[in-house]
């Protein structure tokens, strides 16, 4: 197993998923946004790092249970190429399977509310 397996994927993982990509949506070229989406129960580490990091993310919870939940709760954080919380993710919580990379031409809470239909 490798010592560091940041340093493995880190920079293809950050090749490939941010060089430049458009779609056409309704005839018109969208470019695509790049998020994380967290699941707070795989780690505690995970809500106080974005609290930390002050990245924009919303969690997929509503607020009124956030209170009780948040340590758990599943979370949409909109990342870049240079992102400190993408790096976080990458050493930390890649190959702990913390979460997953999801692009899309939706901006963060419209994508926000499509994956709340999934918490019900």
Request: hydrophobic letters at 45%; proline letters at 6%; glycine letters at 4%.
């Amino acid at each position: 197993m490798l010592e560091k397996p940041y340093d493995a994927v880190s920079d293809g993982l950050k090749h490939t998923v941010f060089t430049p990509v458009s779609t056409i949506v309704d005839e018109h070229e969208k470019s695509l946004h790049t998020y994380l989406l967290l699941n707070a129960a795989a780690s505690p580490d995970i809500a106080i790092c974005l609290e930390g990091f002050s990245p924009a993310y919303r969690s997929l919870f509503d607020v009124s249970v956030l209170d009780n939940l948040g340590h758990v709760a599943p979370y949409l954080v909109q990342v870049n190429a240079h992102s400190d919380v993408l790096d976080w993710w990458l050493a930390d919580g890649y190959m702990r399977q913390w979460g997953i990379i999801v692009r899309s031409t939706l901006p963060l809470i419209p994508l926000v509310r499509h994956f709340k239909k999934f918490t019900k």
